[in-house]
């Protein structure tokens, strides 16, 4: 999906976050840069991702907007955050967004499973077109 598109930038954006997103990229926690490296430059099936993607008024870690899905990486942080957490699902979610979850402690030591279940992942899987129809 283009960044240009209409369906990207119809999404509803929080610009009063643009710094915070700026640097959360900058500061970035060990699983966000590990998994990172493994996301950037299509090299996840050729998909594209934003990282650090001001949605409303969240930031989530990634952002595949060709398949409208949002990668989260949830640390001990989270456990102190439920009702917070719940309300940000159900927003994303309310847009049509797929949210996967992923835990940290995952990312640290089980990288290669963690690509691989991404790689298979029912909401990271493009349909192939149908008959008669050429992709754009």
Same mark, same amino acid.
């Given at each position: 999906?283009?960044?240009?598109?209409? $369906?990207? @930038?119809?999404? *509803?954006?929080?610009?009063?976050?643009? $710094? !915070?997103?700026?640097?959360?990229?900058?500061? /970035?926690?060990?699983?966000?840069?590990?998994?990172?490296?493994?996301?950037?430059? /299509? $090299?996840?099936? /050729?998909?594209?991702?934003?990282?650090?993607?001001?949605?409303?008024?969240?930031?989530?870690?990634?952002?595949? *907007?060709?398949?409208?899905?949002?990668?989260?990486?949830? /640390?001990?942080?989270?456990? &102190?955050?439920?009702?917070?957490?719940? @309300?940000?699902?159900?927003?994303?979610?309310? &847009?049509?967004?797929?949210?996967?979850?992923?835990?940290?402690?995952?990312? @640290? !030591?089980? &990288? $290669?499973?963690?690509?691989?279940?991404?790689?298979?992942? *029912?909401?990271?899987?493009?349909?192939? *077109?149908?008959?008669?129809?050429?992709?754009?």
């Amino acid at each position: 999906m283009n960044r240009n598109t209409k $369906q990207y @930038k119809s999404l *509803p954006y929080n610009s009063n976050l643009k $710094q !915070k997103a700026k640097d959360l990229r900058k500061a /970035g926690n060990l699983s966000e840069i590990l998994l990172w490296i493994r996301l950037k430059n /299509g $090299q996840l099936d /050729g998909l594209d991702f934003d990282r650090q993607k001001i949605i409303g008024d969240y930031i989530v870690d990634f952002f595949c *907007p060709e398949l409208n899905t949002v990668i989260e990486i949830d /640390g001990y942080s989270h456990d &102190l955050k439920v009702e917070y957490d719940e @309300k940000r699902e159900k927003f994303l979610t309310g &847009l049509g967004l797929n949210v996967i979850h992923i835990l940290d402690v995952d990312v @640290k !030591k089980n &990288l $290669q499973d963690v690509v691989k279940m991404l790689k298979d992942h *029912p909401a990271l899987k493009r349909t192939p *077109p149908k008959r008669g129809i050429t992709a754009l």
